[in-house]
């Protein structure tokens, strides 16, 4: 499979997953996900990722604490990228650490896929409207496909 094949199943695994109620540290389509563990799901599930599991970890860890759990899981599966792509990884901060993440499933405009505990289900959102993931939010893409993989 192409990398650019692999970034299509990426996003359509990751729309799968919409409607799926949020539930903190589960992992099940269809009955409860949280934002890390829709990333771990969908990555792992779809290949792009060797198998890890992230859990435990407390709820709301990012309010009170500076460590960045999340960033370091992604350094360890992918690179910073400045323009994402299909596929790619967002990731915002919020609290005091990079805490929320989700999937882009689209270009333009830029559309992610992400388990979000206020809307209390994986939803898909447009970043480029005002919301609270796009207001004063610092954002980070991650790129997870390794060139040349088969």
Not at 36 to 62: N, S
Not at 67 to 89: I, M, S
Request: overall charge negative; hydrophobic content about 40%; glycine content about 10%.
């Amino acid at each position: 499979m192409t990398v650019l094949e692999q970034r299509a199943a990426v996003a359509a695994e990751a729309r799968r997953w919409i409607g799926t109620p949020y539930h903190h540290q589960a992992d099940v389509l269809g009955a409860g996900v949280d934002c890390g563990m829709l990333l771990v799901r969908v990555y792992v599930d779809c290949g792009i990722v060797l198998p890890f599991d992230p859990r435990p970890y407390p709820d709301e860890w990012h309010l009170h604490r500076d460590d960045e759990r999340y960033l370091g899981f992604l350094a360890t599966y992918g690179h910073e990228v400045e323009t994402p792509q299909l596929g790619d990884v967002a990731i915002w901060r919020i609290g005091r650490a990079y805490s929320h993440g989700g999937i882009v499933v689209g270009l333009s405009p830029c559309l992610v896929v992400h388990a979000y505990q206020p809307e209390g289900m994986v939803v898909e959102s447009d970043l480029s409207l005002s919301s609270p993931l796009s207001a004063n939010r610092h954002l980070k893409f991650f790129d997870p496909f390794r060139e040349g993989a088969a």
